[in-house]
Nanobody, 125 residues
Framework: QVQLVESGGGLVQPGGSLRLSCVASGFTLGYYAIGWFRQVPGKEREGVSCMSSSDGSTYYADSVKGRFTISRDNAKNTAYLQMNSLKPEDTAVYYC??????????????????WGQGTQVTVSS
């Protein structure tokens, strides 16, 4: 079965950290650029970060630059999003997706690709 499965979300206080994982099955994640998106009900989906499959180059949205780090372990068919210094405005459902690319306006989600089911991140005191 071809799928992406996220985990690692939860409730954290402002300033705290979480690490999200995205495990791929049924396909080789290393062949694809992998990305993380987030969405809040009633707001547009936001591309947060992505990493290429070729040279490991990364992209971060301005809203998370310096706080989030994307990585991948191709041997484990897994991608990660380390989130530090979390803020209440980071609260959202986070999704991993592949393949993704970066366009003139930010990250472009896959048109024919893979999406995870999402994991909730809540930043609140």
């Amino acid at each position: 079965q071809v799928q992406l499965v996220e985990s690692g979300g939860g409730l954290v206080q402002p300033g705290g950290s979480l690490r999200l994982s995205c495990v791929a099955s049924g396909f080789t994640l290393g062949y694809y650029a992998i990305g993380w998106f987030r969405q809040v009900p009633g707001k547009e989906r936001e591309g947060v970060s992505c990493m290429s499959s070729s040279d490991g180059s990364t992209y971060y949205a301005d809203s998370v630059k310096g706080r989030f780090t994307i990585s991948r372990d191709n041997a484990k068919n897994t991608a990660y999003l380390q989130m530090n210094s979390l803020k209440p405005e980071d609260t959202a459902v986070y999704y991993c997706a592949a393949p993704v690319r970066v366009g003139v306006s930010g990250m472009v989600p896959p048109t024919n690709g893979y999406w995870g089911q999402g994991t909730q991140v809540t930043v609140s005191s």
